[in-house]
């Protein structure tokens, strides 16, 4: 398949050409039109892994990006359509959207604040309805819709309340805490000392990034049996202790859990979710989820923390 871009932005004309096959006749790999599925946040670790799980499963991907980058280049290098567009712009998202099997969608609160992240979200369904769009993917968060009073939970279910009101088929996934995250302390995981401000034998429910592509491919592929439902992400729930332990084992040098109280964290929004975590927890059923979906093939913390570490070793 040849990659393409197309530009949809208010200020760019539009330039669309479709990927073909060698022969010149647009046909996909079945021997029939094949409707590609266009990923939100696609050069991003959610959008990203979702890409990737399409791949695996052969199907067409749309890459929805804002900017040129690297990563960009590297998705149009795999085959994916590249469409460049901002999401909050609702004529050029729903362009975006026009001739699609599915979307995966996703908001972030992180770049600009709560309510942009309200405002990306009303825009994408607006563009979604507006696009006909068959079936959508959103990425929320786990316990999004249980009043927790946390920020970007409750922005998240904001988002939520507009798609359910909107005539999109929908599936809703909660990630929980991503594996990933502990990276952003690596640094001092090498030097021995892993901080999380929960008790240190706490459960801790964790998603794998490629779990949650993976997740998110299947139910594009076949959305009959979730559309309509809200479904929480785990792939493990390991301990601060635990954790601490896998990583030694993975590192090869020693490595020390410590805990610290989620009333110091400066963010009000962190600082609620960590208390959320610490008092409450998620719940999305693990147990359940390995035995409807075993095709994820869910990764134990062990799994991910282990060929991740190798690049990490002091």
């Not at 929004?269 to 999305?284: E, H, I, K, P, V």
């Amino acid at each position: 398949m040849v990659p393409c871009r197309i530009s949809v932005g208010r200020r760019h004309a539009e330039n669309i050409s479709r990927p073909t096959d060698d022969d010149g006749t647009g046909l996909g790999q079945t021997g029939g039109m094949s409707k590609p599925y266009a990923v939100v946040g696609s050069t991003g670790g959610q959008g990203g892994a979702v890409v990737d799980a399409l791949f695996e499963k052969g199907l067409p991907v749309r890459a929805l990006v804002r900017r040129r980058s690297a990563r960009s280049d590297a998705l149009e290098q795999r085959g994916a359509e590249i469409v460049w567009t901002d999401i909050t712009d609702r004529d050029a998202t729903a362009r975006a959207f026009e001739g699609c099997a599915g979307v995966f969608a996703m908001t972030t609160p992180f770049e600009d604040g709560p309510d942009a992240e309200v405002a990306q979200g009303t825009a994408l369904v607006d563009a979604m309805t507006s696009a006909a769009v068959p079936h959508v993917v959103f990425s929320s968060v786990a316990d999004a819709d249980k009043n927790t009073g946390i920020p970007h939970f409750e922005t998240k279910a904001r988002t939520e309340a507009v798609l359910r009101a909107s005539s999109v088929p929908f599936t809703i996934v909660g990630p929980t805490y991503f594996y990933d995250n502990l990276l952003g302390g690596i640094d001092d995981i090498r030097r021995g000392r892993l901080d999380l401000p929960i008790p240190l034998d706490t459960p801790l429910q964790q998603l794998s990034r490629r779990d949650l592509g993976r997740f998110v491919a299947l139910v594009l592929a076949d959305p009959t049996p979730f559309v309509g439902r809200r479904i929480d992400l785990a792939s493990d729930d390991p301990t601060p202790r635990r954790m601490a332990e896998q990583l030694a084992a993975a590192l090869g040098t020693p490595v020390t859990a410590h805990s610290y109280s989620a009333d110091s964290i400066s963010s009000q929004d962190m600082a609620a979710m960590f208390g959320f975590l610490t008092s409450t927890g998620y719940d999305a059923d693990i147990t359940q989820l390995r035995s409807d979906y075993p095709e994820v093939g869910w990764q134990s913390f062990s799994e991910w923390v282990f060929p991740e570490a190798q690049q990490h070793r002091p």
